[in-house]
């Protein structure tokens, strides 16, 4: 997921991700300050920091921490669902004066692993191979594990739907026997109305 947004100093936005139980997810993220002189987005934001907090679906707080205006930050999910990941500025000025314009560029990255170059290119070339063999498996397993909690949504759903179309489906019998016993009654009430009458 990349991505930009303009913000306000100060405001938080915030994103949803679905993401596996024990996944990685690593983010990048740049801030620019609106330059209000040339109309234009400055290259970064010098002095400005970004709260980064991560909470988890059961509303528990799995990573919060303060960054500079350009940086990373991880975590490791241990619940499949619905994570949701908000920055804020850490500006000092009050909300009423904090009017200048952010544009957060973000960049995240589920179940992914970099290789490092550097790293690659210091071994040999047996180790290189069994090194990218490493970084394939871990990115087979991820495959596997998105798979997994994907196939466990869907079977959630087919229940959900199954136990929806079965309400329906009692819900309309109720209704046709409400209506027959209404008509046997609406039948009944006229004819011995009728009766009493001495039309029939």
């Keep these: 997921l990349a991505l930009y947004f303009h913000s306000g100093e100060r405001e938080e936005k915030c994103i949803i991700e679905d993401i596996p ?64 990941v908000c920055l804020q500025s850490n500006s000092t000025r009050f909300v009423a004066f904090a009017g200048s314009k952010l544009r957060i560029h973000l960049d995240i990255r589920v179940g992914e692993h970099f290789l490092d170059e550097s790293v690659v290119q210091a071994k040999d070339k047996v180790n290189e191979v069994n090194f990218r063999l490493e970084h394939l498996i871990e990115q087979i397993n991820h495959i596997s594990k998105e798979q997994n909690y994907e196939r466990e949504r869907e079977e959630k759903f087919r229940k959900t739907s199954e136990e929806t179309n079965s309400n329906i489906l009692w819900w309309a019998i109720v209704q046709t026997l409400i209506l027959i016993s209404i008509g046997i009654w609406q039948i009944k009430s006229l004819r011995d109305f009728f009766i009493s009458k001495k039309l029939v």
């Design 21 to 84: 139980s024990d996944t990685l997810v690593i983010g990048n993220y740049k801030v620019q300050r609106w330059d209000i002189h040339n109309q234009e987005f400055l290259e970064s934001a010098p002095g400005l920091g970004m709260f980064v907090t991560v909470t988890t679906p059961s509303a528990e707080i799995l990573l919060s921490k303060l960054y500079g205006p350009e940086g990373t930050f991880s975590f490791t999910s241990y619940l499949s669902g619905e994570h949701i």
